[in-house]
């Protein structure tokens, strides 16, 4: 974090920082630089340190007194932009994160007989997910022999993890949060920058980029993005430590779809376990197992984005509304590749 200018530190003397959109700062970059053509990499020391601006790029002035979109909301009341299709510059958050040459960790659980989802997910990664950026798949799983082989683009790998399987999918669904954050300390807070956590049974299919990247994001539920926050699904119970009273909450956030720095994501997973924990040692389990516990913990650590419905959206439920510009990830039928057969 950079520290405040001191009353005692000349105004000279205080570092500079440009910011020119929603993008933020690699986790494991702490300074940036302007690097222009041929300038500074004989030498492989930045121009500067503390600016980073974009360069040879030409698009609209933004008019800030008009809202991207007024369809929709747009921003949350803690001042997160909530990512609709309409609302970024990919170039220009393109130009932010490549400079960063940030790499991006996609975790992703496939518990027997959900592996067989696995082959369309990772396939559709390739051709919609980070394109363009370093990216390791995370694949874990209790059937290893199993995991297909996909052709990957340079400077993306896949790592497979193994797990016990669980006897119930409510199981396989809690265990995730201890064991994300078990291996964020292992080994993820030193081999990426950002985490996404992600649901096997869905498809990328649109475009998803860095404009999803955040210190900590969540995404709106498809089902619960227009109603009143009575209708939404929390553990009501104040016995569990999921509990969230009627009268308090922001949005309902989806298991299926989250992440951030790696370091937040740490902070999330390990207190989503430990609050499950508590309630398994007092004989309750929450309604909606780590999802109830996820929307607990996004209340109280407010995310830095929000992702729109385009981001977790079932066409075959809930059809495709005119708000909706881009379907970018998918549920996919639980009939999909013979599933009710394994």
């Given at each position: 974090m950079m520290d405040r200018p001191s009353q005692d530190r000349p105004p000279q003397q205080w570092p500079l920082v440009a910011l020119h959109s929603a993008g933020v700062l690699s986790p494991r970059t702490p300074m940036l630089a302007t690097r222009q053509e041929g300038a500074g990499e004989a030498a492989g020391k930045p121009t500067s340190l503390y600016v980073v601006t974009l360069q040879r790029m030409v698009y609209p002035q933004p008019k800030v007194l008009t809202p991207s979109r007024k369809d929709v909301l747009v921003l949350t009341p803690w001042l997160a932009p909530i990512v609709w299709e309409g609302t970024f510059n990919i170039d220009i958050l393109n130009e932010q994160f490549q400079v960063q040459n940030v790499t991006i960790g996609l975790t992703v659980f496939a518990i027997k007989k959900y592996v067989v989802f696995l082959k369309l997910f990772l396939e559709t990664a390739e051709e919609h997910f980070m394109v363009g950026y370093k990216v390791n798949y995370y694949v874990f799983t209790d059937r290893p022999a199993d995991v297909p082989r996909v052709p990957l683009r340079g400077g993306r790998?896949?790592?497979?993890l193994q797990v016990p399987g669980a006897a119930r999918w409510q199981d396989v669904s809690m265990r995730r949060m201890e064991t994300i954050s078990s291996f964020c300390a292992q080994r993820f807070l030193r081999e990426v920058d950002f985490l996404v956590c992600a649901d096997v049974d869905m498809r990328f299919r649109d475009h998803v980029g860095v404009e999803i990247l955040s210190q900590l994001f969540g995404t709106l539920h498809p089902g619960f993005y227009g109603a009143a926050r009575e209708a939404f699904t929390y553990e009501r119970r104040?016995?569990?430590?999921?509990?969230?009273p009627r009268d308090q909450g922001d949005f309902y956030y989806m298991g299926a779809f989250f992440g951030g720095s790696v370091a937040e994501v740490h902070r999330l997973t390990t207190a989503c376990h430990q609050a499950m924990m508590?309630?398994?040692?007092?004989?309750?389990?929450?309604?909606?197992?780590?999802?109830?516990?996820?929307?607990?913990?996004?209340?109280?650590?407010?995310?830095?984005?929000?992702?729109?419905?385009?981001?977790?959206?079932?066409?075959?439920?809930?059809?495709?509304?005119?708000?909706?510009k881009k379907l970018r990830y998918v549920a996919v039928p639980k009939d999909h590749q013979e599933i009710r057969h394994r």
């Open positions: 790998r896949l790592v497979v104040p016995q569990s430590q999921a509990h969230i508590a309630d398994w040692a007092n004989g309750i389990e929450a309604v909606w197992h780590d999802e109830s516990h996820l929307n607990r913990y996004l209340l109280d650590h407010k995310p830095t984005k929000v992702l729109s419905p385009e981001y977790m959206w079932d066409e075959q439920l809930l059809g495709w509304p005119a708000i909706v």
